[in-house]
């Protein structure tokens, strides 16, 4: 079996250490482009300045398409991938490459004694770009001027011979008199300008925007031998820099409809691949709508960016390989492009939003465009939804699908492979995760997020290839001869006891949020930015370890299963296992989302009765620090709550004393083994729930008793309850509403018999008003409370 591992692989690290030895804390860093280099960083989009520090790459407009050529790679049908550069030469090819070099200084100059037919060179800029104007830059000195007479021509990039590189050359410009001129620039539009402002922007010039053409190759011709004859530099200036481009190898995905094949070969910048939108049949068949019939392609870009421009070209009538005798291509009946920023809906299907609308064509004029351009405000985009508005009339290949932005995308998401911690001093263990560091800098707008899963298992998935390259099954591929198996890929992914992606980091130094001590992590930084101008820079990037305090530590919670709001008696057991070297554990942080009183507290270590040396209640934390260090011991810890949600958690962090700053999770012994169901609240449509009003008279004369009324209830099944309680008069009118209570499930409200205005409201009877504001179940419960002095 033949293995290539995937990408996504176990990275050997080597820490930069702050103190060696057990308990003391280790950093691990990444800050310089060789650690970035184990980072997935969607390709493409983050790029290393001068410094070394990491940061979102920035698209451009009106670039200069020949400086970044060698930059692109295409198939060709003679000559393999190739980069873009100097196609060829017909004379002096050796100094060809210096007419893109960028130096004016540096020139190309045919050799006098070859025929002027020979006196050509063509550049291919790796790249269809969307072209408006090429400038050619000649020297001017003794020995090198510019050319006399000369034509330029440009292509496509699509061939128009099956098996050879053969392309369809267009005169884009010719001298019409002897050209004495160190520059020579001129526009070279040549499609039917379609460009449609969709909404106003003050950076577009219409009459600029207008003159376009797509352009691969330059082809240019000397005319007539002039003396010294040479060629500096040549320019094509074209929109910016197509963000369609690398859609996949970034992480990007499409999918379409039956009758809208291919949509990938639109985001690839190569000519000679395209999509295909039919619906004429010879045989004819039901219309049943675009979307029944599948006239739609979608796709993910792999990351969110600012776009303010689209272009589509359809490929024309005898264009590349097709006819112009059998080939009636047209750019449909009408479609709809739709986006998205990746908002969801309530049911979790992408939210789009329309962006562009062509009608069906009114005349011969509009029926016969294949090439549309768009411009509109820069808008956030990941997801983009094109529609035909009818599933007939469509008989069209859609060549290339260019997006453009003007500055960083909007949000990107780095992910590092699989860390393993246990290579540090290569003993394989795991360690204690105690934060996350980063410096960065953060202009205005911009955001760095962290996140991070940990576990300490990782499993494998194969992919079985036959010798053709198509991936098969497992079956498949044990059933074939050996002569005709291909390569098995083989992926590392998470293992079983791996947690998922905890929340975002809010500050550098937090508290490592996923599972530990564990042997492997992952980070996530996602990158983002509102002002398309700038970007968040990430200097540096590091993980604060330590040796755990045991092994491992497993427990359960018993009983597992009571009834909603009623005290309950439970018992939490842990079970580590310690090395000898392990320093164990003094202190308990149990998380419970329900108040515990302290006296309710009892703990056992290897089943004798200990006193604790403290017991505290914090917010959702049990705090409790044991007479002495345990590492080998079971620990038992009994406490009374109640609970008022289903599958409610709780967990249990172990701590020492003398390594303050550091926690170790435990371990559930088995799925759900901290997890308190509460099989009543099935059949329980109220949400409010234990109502008590005490006392139903209220007597607020200042004699000290009755002053106040206390209501007191619980809201069930609503993950953060928002009660409001208003008061009420029989006649419906607003007399108070009650500030929110700070409790956590208990809600405890007081009413003094005090209006809005401070004032003691008229003796009578009062409605309280308590409302959930849930989305489902019966949120509202109205009780009576008599006032009386």
């Not at 007419?99 to 291919?124: M, S």
């Not at 992480?251 to 379409?256: A, C, I, V």
């Not at 956030?380 to 009339?393: P, Q």
């Not at 298992?457 to 005709?484: C, D, I, M, R």
Request: proline share 5%; with cysteine.
């Amino acid at each position: 079996m033949v293995q290539a591992k995937s990408s996504c692989q176990v990275w050997g690290i080597v820490a930069v250490l702050l103190a060696a030895g057990g308990g003391e804390a280790e950093l691990l860093t990444f800050a310089s482009p060789a650690d970035w280099n184990s980072w997935q960083i969607p390709q493409g989009l983050a790029q290393f300045d001068e410094r070394g520090y990491l940061q979102l790459v920035k698209y451009r407009k009106n670039i200069n398409a020949v400086s970044d050529a060698q930059l692109f790679s295409h198939p060709t049908q003679k000559r393999g991938e190739v980069r873009g550069g100097i196609w060829q030469a017909g004379s002096n090819s050796a100094t060809a490459p210096l007419i893109i070099d960028g130096d004016p200084a540096t020139f190309w100059q045919p050799v006098p004694d070859d025929a002027v037919e020979n006196w050509t060179v063509e550049i291919d800029l790796g790249r269809a770009v969307l072209a408006e104007e090429i400038r050619l830059t000649f020297p001017d000195r003794e020995g090198a001027r510019p050319f006399s007479q000369f034509s330029v021509f440009v292509a496509t990039g699509a061939r128009i011979q099956g098996t050879d590189d053969v392309f369809k050359y267009e005169l884009a410009y010719r001298t019409t008199r002897p050209n004495k001129e160190a520059l020579v620039w001129f526009s070279i539009g040549g499609e039917r300008d379609t460009t449609r402002v969709v909404e106003r922007r003050p950076d577009v010039d219409l009459e600029n925007e207008s003159h376009h053409r797509t352009v691969q190759y330059i082809l240019i011709e000397v005319d007539e031998k002039s003396a010294a004859a040479a060629l500096a530099e040549v320019e094509v200036i074209s929109a910016g820099d197509n963000v369609s481009i690398g859609t996949l190898a970034r992480g990007g995905f499409f999918s379409n409809g039956v009758l809208a094949q291919q949509p990938q070969n639109m985001f690839d910048g190569i000519m000679d691949t395209n999509g295909a939108i039919v619906t004429v049949t010879y045989g004819g068949r039901d219309l049943r709508g675009w979307l029944e019939s599948g006239v739609w392609w979608a796709v993910d870009l792999g990351a969110l960016f600012w776009i303010d421009e689209i272009y589509l070209y359809n490929k024309e009538q005898g264009e590349g390989l097709s006819s112009f005798q059998n080939d009636f291509l047209n750019s449909g009946t009408g479609f709809q492009i739709l986006f998205s920023d990746g908002a969801r809906t309530i049911s979790g299907d992408i939210d789009y939003t329309p962006l562009i609308l062509e009608p069906r064509w009114q005349s011969d004029h509009e029926r016969t465009r294949l090439q549309f351009r768009y411009l509109f405000q820069p808008r956030k985009i990941r997801y983009l939804f094109f529609h035909a508005l009818a599933d007939e009339g469509w008989y069209t290949q859609p060549m290339e699908f260019m997006l453009f932005s003007q500055g960083h995308p909007a949000q990107v998401a780095l992910r590092s492979n699989f860390i393993d911690l246990g290579k540090v001093r290569g003993e394989g263990q795991a360690k204690a995760i105690k934060a996350l560091f980063w410096d960065a800098e953060l202009p205005p707008g911009t955001r760095l997020q962290l996140r991070s899963r940990s576990g300490n298992e990782l499993g494998e998935v194969y992919t079985f290839h036959n010798k053709a390259g198509e991936v098969v099954t497992e079956t498949q591929w044990n059933s074939l001869p050996k002569a005709v198996r291909g390569a098995t890929d083989t992926t590392v992914v998470v293992g079983n006891d791996w947690g998922e992606w905890s929340n975002v980091y809010q500050f550098s130094g937090e508290t490592f949020k996923s599972e530990s001590p564990r042997r492997f992590i992952q980070l996530e930084a996602i990158q983002s930015t509102e002002d398309f101008h700038v970007a968040p820079v990430v200097r540096s990037l590091s993980i604060e370890f330590e040796d755990a305090l045991v092994r491992e530590a497993k427990g359960r919670l018993s009983p597992r299963q009571t009834r909603a709001n009623a005290d309950t008696r439970f018992r939490y057991t842990v079970w580590p296992r310690a090395a000898g070297e392990d320093s164990g554990f003094d202190l308990l942080r149990l998380v419970i989302p329900s108040p515990v009183a302290e006296d309710s507290v009892v703990v056992q270590v290897g089943g004798r009765l200990v006193a604790p040396r403290a017991i505290a209640m914090r917010g959702d934390s049990l705090l409790i620090t044991l007479p002495e260090p345990v590492s080998r011991d079971s620990v038992e810890v009994e406490f009374t709550a109640r609970f008022l949600r289903n599958a409610t958690v709780v967990s249990l962090d172990l701590g020492h004393s003398g390594r303050p700053g550091l926690w170790q999770s435990v371990e559930a012994a088995e799925r759900q083994a901290n997890v308190v169901f509460l099989p009543d609240l099935a059949s329980r449509r109220r949400l409010i729930g234990d109502l008590e009003i005490a006392p139903h008279v209220l007597t607020p004369n200042g004699d000290g008793l009755n002053e106040a009324v206390e209501i007191r209830f619980a809201i069930f099944k609503v993950e953060r309850p928002q009660a409001q309680v208003l008061i009420f008069d029989l006649a419906g009118r607003l007399v108070a509403e009650l500030p929110p209570d700070a409790g956590r499930d208990v809600q405890v409200f007081r009413w003094s018999g005090r209006n809005q205005g401070g004032e003691l409201v008229e003796p009578g009877i009062y409605l309280c008003h308590i409302a959930v504001g849930a989305k489902a179940g019966k949120d509202v419960a109205i009780e009576p409370i008599a006032v009386a002095y």
